[in-house]
């Protein structure tokens, strides 16, 4: 499940960073004025890069909590 999340979380960077490329690019060929909505989708999938990122990391701490010997 480890290597699924942290597929998730780069497949998720990847989408952003292409989004932002090809709409830069297409903005810079047609004029932004038809393209910089399209900018939204790369913030939605930012955010969801984000929030895989912070549930992975939460959930490490919480399983290094468990394996740990209770005080």
């Known amino acids: 499940m480890k290597k699924y999340n942290r597929f998730m ?3 998720w960077l990847f989408i952003t960073i292409s989004i932002v490329l090809v709409v830069t690019f297409m903005g810079i060929k047609e004029g932004f004025g038809t393209w ?4 939204i989708f790369a913030g939605m999938s930012g955010g969801t890069f984000l929030m895989r990122r ?5 959930m490490e ?4 909590e ?3 010997p209770k005080k």
């Open 61 to 64: 701490r919480v399983e290094a």
């Open 66 to 68: 468990m394996q740990s």
């Open 36 to 39: 910089y909505l399209n900018y």
């Open 54 to 58: 912070y549930m992975r990391r939460r």
């Open 9 to 11: 979380e780069l497949f």
